[in-house]
């Protein structure tokens, strides 16, 4: 049975840094995609970041280019997004998912996903 724990969330304040991890287990772990979603209250899940099995390609959400950065040790079963320069607007449960090798920012596409990690960014 494959499990993805994420880890690494929290209360920090703007312009704060968090680095969520997102651990595997039960699955090869290659060759599929590793992507972050996350979904604030009353609104639709939504595509921050992803990264493809060999870390070869990487995408980001517009949102999210040039504070985060998404990256994966493969042969910890682990994957990563570094979160800087936080702002209220990120606040949100951040989910990590595996999906297809061909990184796609859509959530439909996903198979496999974590239970998400509450993030609240402070004024």
């Known amino acids: 049975q494959v499990q993805l724990v994420e880890s690494g969330g929290g209360l920090v304040q703007a312009g704060g840094s968090l680095r969520l991890s997102c651990e595997v287990s039960?699955?090869?772990?290659?060759?599929?995609?590793m992507a972050w979603f996350r979904q604030a209250p009353g609104q639709g899940r939504e595509f921050v970041a992803g990264i493809t099995w060999t870390g070869e390609r990487t995408s980001y959400a517009e949102s999210a280019k040039g504070r985060f950065t998404v990256s994966r040790e493969n042969d910890k079963d682990t994957g990563y997004l570094q979160m800087k320069s936080l702002k209220p607007e990120d606040t949100a449960v951040y989910y990590c998912?595996?999906?297809?090798?061909?990184?796609?920012?859509?959530?439909?596409?996903?198979?496999?996903w974590g239970q998400g990690t509450q993030v609240t960014v402070s004024p």
């Open positions: 039960g699955y090869t772990f290659s060759p599929l995609a």
């Open positions: 998912a595996l999906g297809p090798p061909v990184l796609s920012p859509a959530w439909r596409a996903y198979d496999y």
